[in-house]
């Protein structure tokens, strides 16, 4: 049955890029039943300070807590924590695994009949690091639990509240004059809008479309260059493009990570971004009666929003 817009809804890691963006779209129609759980204080406060009608919560959802209690009476989860950036394995085993076994048990523990679990393309990608290996790992307990459930798989987002990928190249852009580009620079990409992944959430919500797993791709393919020339003119950047050697490009990456323990880039993600993967595109406008934002429309609304663009997160 389609969720009533007065049911619960619970958003574990829902203080980031996604979660953020979700909050505001499931808010335009007239969803106001929200918990957001979260560890990072700051966008926790951020989250709060626009949205001081809805409940937020500081947990962390790698060990049993209060935050528990929250899923007493709640009718669906949407599954968003997740580490995405760091040198070390642990934080990944810890915020991709062990939160997903605990948050896991407590949908089981009350029985909530639904659950849209935000997994990630890397599943199916040739990478080999920590990100992509506990991302296949959290699907896969996701998948063999049991739990009513949907698998949700987008590919590099952007879009609102951005403070790690195109939001961060962006305001790289603004402060540096040049701006390296690694090798040609013409990696196929396939970004998604973070606006049009949260209007297939809603829409899975709302439907309670269950026991499927969807690749969701970006419909156009942009090379990697031409996604900084986009950013350059929505933001009105005056700096120099140049391209540099890709061995050169990664000998910066790891020398910048000696000085940084939470590098916005990295030489892992470097390698993924010039790895060569082409992701299915399915047809989900029709699946799911989402109507996709162009990729030009898209990054001015990102950059240029009047009510969100200016909103930085912490990264």
């Given at each position: 049955?389609p ?7 619970i ?13 505001a779209f ?9 918990v957001v759980?979260d560890?990072?204080?700051?966008n926790?406060?951020v989250?709060q300070?626009m ?9 962390d959802l790698?060990?049993p807590?209060?935050?528990q209690?929250?899923?007493d ?15 070390h ?14 948050i896991?048990n407590?949908i ?11 997994s990630s ?5 040739v990478?080999d ?6 991302k ?7 998948l063999?639990?049991g739990?009513?459930?949907?698998v ?9 509240f951005?403070r ?6 962006s305001r790289?852009?603004?402060k540096?004059?040049i701006f390296?580009?690694p090798?040609h620079g013409?990696?196929?990409?396939q970004?998604?809008?973070v ?6 959430i809603i ?5 309670g479309?269950?026991?499927n797993?969807?690749?969701i791709?970006g ?7 031409d996604?900084i ?6 933001t ?9 050697p ?8 790891r020398f910048?990570?000696l000085?940084d323990c ?10 993924a ?19 996709p934002?162009?990729f030009?429309?898209?990054i ?5 929003d009047?009510?969100?663009s200016r ?5």
């Amino acid at each position: 049955m389609p969720l009533m817009k007065h049911k619960k809804i619970i958003l574990p890691g829902g203080a980031g890029l996604v979660g953020q963006n979700l909050v505001a779209f499931l808010k335009r129609k007239g969803y106001r039943n929200l918990v957001v759980l979260d560890k990072h204080k700051a966008n926790l406060r951020v989250l709060q300070r626009m949205h001081p009608d809805i409940t937020v919560e500081y947990a962390d959802l790698a060990l049993p807590g209060a935050w528990q209690k929250h899923f007493d009476g709640a009718n669906a989860v949407v599954m968003l924590q997740a580490q995405i950036g760091d040198l070390h394995a642990e934080p990944f085993v810890r915020n991709n695994i062990t939160t997903t076994g605990l948050i896991i048990n407590q949908i089981k523990k009350y029985k909530i009949p639904y659950t849209v679990h935000i997994s990630s393309s890397v599943v199916e990608s040739v990478g080999d690091d920590h990100y992509t290996n506990t991302k296949k790992e959290q699907e896969k307990m996701v998948l063999a639990s049991g739990i009513n459930s949907v698998v949700l798989r987008p590919t590099l987002m952007f879009g609102w509240f951005d403070r790690k990928h195109l939001g961060w190249l962006s305001r790289f852009m603004k402060k540096v004059p040049i701006f390296p580009i690694p090798g040609h620079g013409r990696y196929m990409r396939q970004p998604l809008y973070v606006g049009d992944f949260c209007a297939i959430i809603i829409s899975c919500l709302e439907s309670g479309m269950a026991g499927n797993v969807f690749n969701i791709t970006g419909l156009e393919e942009v090379t990697y260059i031409d996604i900084i020339r986009q950013i350059k003119k929505a933001t009105h950047s005056r700096c120099w493009i140049i391209h540099i050697p890709y061995t050169f490009f990664s000998l910066l990456l790891r020398f910048w990570s000696l000085f940084d323990c939470n590098p916005p880039f990295t030489a892992s993600q470097l390698k993924a971004l010039t790895a060569g993967d082409a992701f299915e595109v399915i047809d989900w406008p029709s699946i799911f009666s989402v109507k996709p934002t162009p990729f030009a429309k898209a990054i001015d609304e990102t950059f240029n929003d009047p009510e969100y663009s200016r909103v930085k997160l912490e990264f």
